[in-house]
Structure formats: structure tokens, C-alpha cells
């Protein structure tokens, strides 16, 4: 499956942004999905996942009621709606697929999206 992340920008702190991770190639409803980041010379960190049926979703504790992950399997998109941005959400944010149990592990999503840049300024 092939991924296309979109929607990054520039924001102020506080504001809010709608990331979108269009799916082609396969059938984007078989498979879990997940957003990560990496800011500047960090590693590349887990956000927050949700499962092929849209059923089950999990947050890291940084993002957790301000971000909300979705998805439209109709349209083969999923969504990372971020609300209250901080300087600290700073990052390129990707987009990824997997097929096996829900993880926080970036190894256990084999499909990954370009990144898109989130930039917040305070």
C-alpha cells in the first residue's frame, strides 16, 4: 500500500491543524494505522494508532486529548486532527500501515507516507 501524507504547516501555539494519509494500492481497510514524528535530531516517536476498523484507538500521553486520530475507509484516507499545538509538536509528521497486532512499534508498520512538516511557533 502506498501512503501520502498531507496537511502540515505553520501554526501558531495553540492553534490547530488536520493531517490526511491517503492509501492506494490495497485494500487500506485491512490494515491498522498509525502517525509518528521526528523533530529535529530526535528519533522518530509514536503519536497514536488506530485499527483497520476504526474501532480501537490509542494515544501516547503527550498528545493524549489534544490530538485525535480517524479514519474514512471509504475513501481510503486517515486523519490526525491536532488541537491546542504546542512548540514541542514541532516535527515531521509520517503516516503508516500494518497489518499485525496494534503497536507503538514503528517495526510492525511496514508501509510508511513521505512525512509532512509541522511547524509551530510560539
Known amino acids: 500500500v502506498q501512503l501520502q501524507a498531507s496537511g502540515g504547516g505553520l501554526v501558531q501555539a495553540g492553534g490547530s491543524l488536520r493531517l490526511s494519509c491517503v492509501a492506494s494500492g490495497r485494500t487500506f481497510s485491512s490494515y491498522n494505522m498509525g502517525w509518528f514524528r521526528q523533530a529535529p535530531g530526535k528519533e522518530r516517536e509514536f503519536v497514536a494508532l488506530?485499527?483497520?476498523?476504526?474501532?480501537?484507538?490509542y494515544y501516547e500521553d503527550y498528545v493524549k486529548g489534544r490530538f485525535t486520530i480517524s479514519r474514512d475507509n471509504a475513501k481510503n484516507t486517515g486523519f490526525l486532527q491536532m488541537n491546542i499545538l504546542k512548540p514541542e509538536d514541532t516535527a515531521v509528521y509520517y503516516c503508516?500501515?500494518?497489518?499485525?497486532?496494534?503497536?507503538?512499534?514503528?517495526?510492525?508498520?511496514?508501509?510508511w507516507g513521505q512525512g509532512t512538516l509541522v511547524t509551530v511557533s510560539s
Open positions: 503508516a500501515a500494518g497489518s499485525s497486532s496494534l503497536s507503538r512499534s514503528r517495526q510492525t508498520y511496514p508501509y
Open positions: 488506530i485499527s483497520w476498523s476504526g474501532g480501537a484507538t
